[in-house]
């Protein structure tokens, strides 16, 4: 049976497609914890009494940002040994996709990540420079 293919992976950094078994969908873990305490510091910073974390946009102390999804070549970028990684062959699918979507959301983790904006990415298609990349735009009416 030839797999279903919906997706093609584009290298972040030479910006041509990762073939199957040459890269990899990952995230650096160092990175995620790292961030993950700015968060919880910041939140801890930013609590109301009723619990809430409210802020002013403005506010010189904007919260953290989301560490970094990569989409790379193993020949384009050396992976640290504390990565999260999904081999590309492994996401090939919408299914795939949301196969691997609903296994991180339930790392407590994952919100620290910017795999929402990644999966965005690929939903809304062109134009796209690297990443995961639809072969065909999806069309839904959601
Ligand atoms: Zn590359």
């Known amino acids: 049976m030839i797999a ?3 997706l093609r992976a584009v290298c972040d950094i030479c910006a041509t497609e990762i073939r199957d078994n040459k890269g990899a969908v990952w995230i650096d873990v160092q990175e995620v ?7 919880v510091a910041w939140e801890s910073r930013h609590v109301d ?3 809430t974390v409210s802020f002013e946009i403005f506010s ?9 999804w990569r989409v790379n070549h193993d020949s384009c970028f050396e992976i640290p040994e ?8 492994r996401l090939r699918s919408w299914p795939a996709y949301l196969h691997w979507t609903a296994h991180l959301m339930e790392k407590t ?3 620290y990540t910017n795999w929402t904006a990644l999966v965005m990415s690929t939903l809304e298609g062109s134009g796209q420079r690297s990443g995961l ?3 065909e735009k999806p069309s839904g009416d959601w």
């Open 82 to 89: 504390l990565a999260y990684h999904i081999p590309v062959e």
């Open 133 to 135: 990349v639809p072969l």
């Open 33 to 39: 914890q790292a961030i993950e305490r700015e968060h």
């Open 60 to 68: 010189p102390d904007s919260p953290p940002g989301n560490a970094l």
């Open 4 to 6: 279903h293919v919906d």
């Open 109 to 111: 983790w994952l919100p």
């Open 49 to 51: 009494d009723d619990g």
